[in-house]
């Protein structure tokens, strides 16, 4: 009855369609509520906008900028900012529908919504950058806010980028809101653990899903892509239990090491370089030939599509930690379930972040903050209570993680759907 959305064009193996087919995985366990599924797919608002600034040499460069609000049904929107020059309308799109099933799954009171823009910003100045973020947060201003939609960090941006998007909507509103985003610094309404907080759900989930299937952290081999935020926050949590970590690439470079990396070398060398290139210890590795090292737990903590059919196939992993948003293909699910490869899915594994976004716009509206210690245990029993969920219903239907995940995310969406009816 519904028409496609007619301004988008998504590829098979892009996020969108990801997105979609994963939707149309769990339709069979919504039941009545299959009713309303044509809500989950399309987004409730895009918003696209132009960004002109000034360079640093007097030029004036234009960027194209979005924020799209999924799904509004359970609360305001919730999602990251990605600064990176592959995002398009169609990603965002995905990336705001992930966000709105990972606040479903974790039973957060929010929506979903993600924003990013077009651009490459290590080619950019710190004062272009701000200029960049202050311009952008002024034009998605319009639909942004406390109780509307609150953005966060995601690849790319950081505390200071959230610092500057929080005072350019202060300065707009003619008043001091630090509840308009999360991520922020400390000092600024910024919760402690937040940080970390992507990484150390990845390591909650991971520990409860190793425990479940006899994986002992002790010596497990762990391989990471990406050495950002999520991955090594989570690979640190991982060594503190005990486990090995033989092997991590980032955009810059892949390095093994059957023994271990060293991590009080590697960390440091990832701040001051950036990447893992020019790191001394392990060996270098040929990209493409990370998918065929033997590991116990593999944690993609990049980008989206990393996991095709093919790579699926060779990874000799027993667990996958997604800890990047849509890092598996749907046809790559497939060929994992076959194989008995266990997927922790990104909307729950990764969910550590927005839960600590959601316990810092908590603490900011009552200006009453937690410790650090209150923070962590908060966060672990949310996480550990979520993925239960998930794993019963996964047991009860004979499903993998992922549909089970969107079985209870769905259910709880399209339930707040239906009882507020539609308007007018
Ligand atoms: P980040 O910018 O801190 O790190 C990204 C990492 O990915 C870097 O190490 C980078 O080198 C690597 N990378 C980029 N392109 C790559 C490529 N082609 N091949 C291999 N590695 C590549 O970003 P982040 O915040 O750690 O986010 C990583 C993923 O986690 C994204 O999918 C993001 O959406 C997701 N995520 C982030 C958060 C958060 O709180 N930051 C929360 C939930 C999900």
Known sequence: MSQPLSYIHAEPDDAWST????????????????????????????LIVDIPIELDDGRVAHYEGFRVQHNLSRGPGKGGVRYHPDVTLEEVMALAAWMS????????????????????PEL??????????????????????????????????????????????????????????????????GSLGRVKATGRG?????????????????????AVQGMGNVGAAAAELFVQAGARL??????????????????ATLMPHLREHRGVAGYAGGEAADAEAFWDLPCDILIPAALEGQITAA?????????????????????????????????VPDVVCNAGGVTVSYFEW??????FFWTEDEINQRLDKILV????????????????????AYAVACERILTARQVRGLYP
Do not use: C
């Open 311 to 343: 790579r699926a196939q060779r990874l000799r992993a027993r667990l996958v930690l997604e800890g990047a948003n849509g890092p598996t293909l749907p046809a790559a699910d497939e060929v994992l379930a076959e194989r008995g490869v266990l997927v």
């Open 246 to 263: 033989v092997a991590v690439q980032d955009h810059s470079a892949t390095r093994v090491h059957e023994g271990g990396f060293d991590l």
């Open 385 to 404: 209570n979520a993925l239960k969920a998930i794993w019963d219903t996964a047991d009860h239907h004979r499903i993998t993680l992922r549909t089970a």
């Open 19 to 46: 997105y979609l087919a994963q939707v149309e995985r769990v339709l069979p366990y919504l039941g009545p509520l299959a009713r309303w599924a044509e809500t989950l797919r399309r987004p409730k608002r895009a």
């Open 362 to 367: 908590v603490q900011d509206f009552s200006s």
């Open 101 to 120: 099933i990972k606040s479903a799954a974790v039973n957060l009171p929010y929506g979903g919504a993600k924003g990013g823009i077009r651009v490459a």
């Open 124 to 189: 950019l100045s710190r004062k272009e950058l701000e200029r960049l973020t202050r311009r952008y947060t002024s034009e998605i201003g319009l639909i942004i806010g406390p109780q509307q939609d609150i953005p966060a960090p995601d690849v790319n941006t950081d505390a200071q980028v959230m610092a500057w998007m929080m005072d350019t909507y202060s300065m707009n509103v003619g008043a001091t809101v630090t509840g308009v985003v999360t991520g922020k610094p400390v000092h600024l309404g």
């Open 202 to 222: 990845v390591f909650v989930t991971g520990r409860e899903a190793a425990r479940r299937i006899g994986l002992p952290l002790e010596g497990a081999r762990v």
